[in-house]
């Protein structure tokens, strides 16, 4: 089933959590720097999602970005 209804609607309890894609993030932008890589579009979203877990939304799916536009 799409997700635009629940998405819609606020509803973010469906997927992989912010908490553990910040997590991977967290891992892929530590590798990078000590390879000496820059990901500049990674941090980016990792910061993106670390606003998503100042609005509450730890536990919400990664879709929850939608959730940090309509503010």
């Known amino acids: 089933e799409n997700r ?8 973010f309890d ?15 932008l530590a590798e990078a720097r000590r ?3 820059s990901l500049p579009v990674t941090a980016l979203v990792d ?3 670390s606003e998503v877990e100042k609005m509450g939304g730890k536990r919400w ?3 929850s970005l939608l ?3 309509e503010r």
Request: proline fraction near 0%.
């Open 35 to 37: 390879n000496g890589a």
């Open 61 to 63: 799916d990664t879709s």
């Open 67 to 69: 959730a940090r536009l």
């Open 4 to 11: 635009y209804k629940t998405m819609n609607e606020g509803k």
């Open 47 to 49: 910061a993106f999602y």
């Open 14 to 28: 469906f997927g992989f959590a912010v908490e553990w894609m910040r997590k991977d993030l967290s891992i892929c």
